[in-house]
C-alpha cells in the first residue's frame, strides 16, 4: 500500500529516517548509552547490510509479485541462517537432519517458483521476485552472523535505532538521485508508510527484544509461522491477492522443512550470544 505513494528506494529511506530518528530521540531523553568509534560503525554497517539489503530487496520485489507470495519467499530465511552460520569458522556445522530439513524446505519453494518458471521463463515475475528476495535472505543472514559476533555496550533499542537510521540514510542516496520516479502524495500511502514506521519497526522492535529476554528462543521464533500467513490473508484481503490450494501446500512443506532444522539444528555457540541488536527484528514484519 505505500508503494503505491512512494517509490521503494524512497519508502526505505522515508521509513528508517523517521523510526531511526524517533527511537533515538528516546533514547537520548532516557539517556541511553550510545555507541561511538568502532562500536558505532559496526553497528550501523551490520544493520545497512540487515535492513538495506532484507527489507530493500522486499520493497522492490513487490512491485512485481504480490505481497503474499513475497512472504512466503521470505519463509526461506532460517535455511540462509542455518547455511551462512556453517560456512563461517566456530559455526555451527550442518549435519543429516539438518540438510533433510533444507530439503524439505527447497521442496516447497519449488512448488512455488517453478510452475511460473517453466510458463514465463526466466524472464518471468515470479523468478525475478524470487531470486531478489533470495538475496534479501542472503544479506539478512550474514548481517545477522556478523551482528552476533559484534560486541556492543549499547541498549538493544539503541542500537535498532542506530541501524535503522544508517539505512534509511544509505537509501536517501538512490531516492534523491532517481528523479524520475516522484512521489504521488496520498493520505492513503502516507497512513501505510507511517504504520510501518510504528508498528513495523518503532513497536515491532520493541516488542521483539522484549520477548527476545523475557521468553523462550523456540517460542519467539513462531513469528516465522504466524508473519507469512497474516501477510497472505491481508494481501487477499486488501488486494484480493491470488492465494490457491498450491501455495497454502507449499508454505505447509516449508514449515515442515523449518520445523525440521529449528527442531534437529544444533543450538548457537554458547560464547555467542544474540546480541542486543539481532535484527531478526525486522523480520518479517515488513512483509505486511
Same mark, same amino acid.
Given at each position: 500500500?505505500?508503494?503505491?505513494?512512494?517509490?521503494?528506494?524512497?519508502?526505505?529511506?522515508?521509513?528508517?529516517?523517521?523510526?531511526?530518528?524517533?527511537?533515538?530521540?528516546?533514547?537520548?531523553?532516557?539517556?541511553?548509552?550510545?555507541? *561511538?568509534?568502532?562500536?558505532?560503525?559496526?553497528?550501523?554497517?551490520?544493520?545497512?547490510?540487515?535492513?538495506?539489503?532484507?527489507?530493500?530487496?522486499?520493497?522492490?520485489?513487490?512491485?512485481?509479485?504480490?505481497?503474499?507470495?513475497?512472504?512466503?519467499?521470505?519463509?526461506? *530465511?532460517?535455511?540462509?541462517?542455518?547455511?551462512?552460520?556453517?560456512?563461517?569458522?566456530?559455526?555451527?556445522?550442518?549435519?543429516?537432519?539438518?540438510?533433510?530439513?533444507?530439503?524439505?524446505?527447497?521442496?516447497?519453494?519449488?512448488?512455488? @517458483?517453478?510452475? $511460473?518458471?517453466?510458463?514465463?521463463?526466466?524472464?518471468?515475475?515470479?523468478?525475478?521476485?524470487?531470486?531478489?528476495?533470495?538475496?534479501?535472505?542472503?544479506?539478512?543472514?550474514?548481517?545477522?552472523?556478523?551482528? &552476533? &559476533?559484534?560486541?556492543?555496550?549499547?541498549?538493544?533499542? @539503541?542500537?535498532?535505532?542506530?541501524?535503522?537510521?544508517?539505512?534509511?540514510?544509505?537509501?536517501?542516496v538512490p531516492a534523491l538521485a532517481l528523479k524520475s520516479e516522484p512521489v504521488h502524495w496520498n493520505a492513503r500511502g502516507v497512513g501505510a508508510m507511517l504504520y510501518?514506521?510504528?508498528?513495523?519497526?518503532? %513497536?515491532?522492535? *520493541?516488542?521483539?527484544?522484549?520477548?527476545?529476554?523475557?521468553?523462550?528462543?523456540?517460542?519467539? $521464533?513462531?513469528?516465522?509461522? %504466524?508473519?507469512?500467513?497474516i501477510a497472505v490473508l491481508l494481501g487477499w484481503l486488501f488486494y484480493r491477492e491470488h492465494v490457491g490450494w498450491r501455495e497454502f501446500f507449499a508454505m505447509a @512443506?516449508?514449515?515442515?522443512?523449518?520445523?525440521? @532444522?529449528?527442531?534437529?539444528? $544444533? &543450538?548457537?555457540?554458547?560464547?555467542?550470544?544474540?546480541?542486543?541488536?539481532?535484527?531478526?527484528?525486522?523480520? &518479517?514484519?515488513?512483509?505486511v
Open positions: 500500500m505505500a508503494l503505491e505513494t512512494f517509490p521503494p528506494a524512497t519508502l526505505v529511506s522515508y521509513r528508517y529516517i523517521l523510526s531511526g530518528g524517533v527511537l533515538l530521540a528516546a533514547s537520548f531523553f532516557a539517556k541511553s548509552h550510545f555507541p *561511538s568509534g568502532k562500536e558505532l560503525l559496526g553497528t550501523a554497517v551490520f544493520g545497512v547490510i540487515i535492513i538495506g539489503m532484507g527489507n530493500g530487496c522486499l520493497a522492490f520485489a513487490e512491485l512485481i509479485i504480490p505481497s503474499g507470495l513475497a512472504a512466503l519467499f521470505i519463509t526461506t *530465511s532460517p535455511f540462509w541462517m542455518v547455511g551462512m552460520e556453517a560456512l563461517v569458522p566456530g559455526g555451527d556445522r550442518l549435519h543429516g537432519p539438518t540438510i533433510a530439513g533444507m530439503l524439505v524446505g527447497l521442496g516447497g519453494t519449488l512448488l512455488l @517458483v517453478a510452475p $511460473s518458471a517453466v510458463h514465463n521463463g526466466l524472464n518471468g515475475p515470479v523468478l525475478k521476485g524470487f531470486l531478489m528476495l533470495q538475496l534479501g535472505c542472503c544479506g539478512w543472514a550474514i548481517g545477522s552472523i556478523l551482528q &552476533r &559476533r559484534h560486541t556492543t555496550k549499547a541498549h538493544p533499542v @539503541v542500537s535498532g535505532a542506530v541501524q535503522q537510521l544508517a539505512t534509511g540514510l544509505v537509501y536517501l510501518l514506521v510504528t508498528f513495523g519497526s518503532i %513497536v515491532g522492535y *520493541s516488542a521483539y527484544i522484549y520477548a527476545l529476554n523475557s521468553l523462550p528462543v523456540s517460542v519467539v $521464533s513462531l513469528y516465522n509461522y %504466524v508473519n507469512p500467513i @512443506v516449508i514449515f515442515a522443512g523449518v520445523t525440521l @532444522v529449528k527442531r534437529y539444528g $544444533s &543450538r548457537p555457540p554458547k560464547e555467542l550470544k544474540p546480541s542486543a541488536a539481532d535484527p531478526a527484528v525486522e523480520a &518479517r514484519h515488513t512483509t
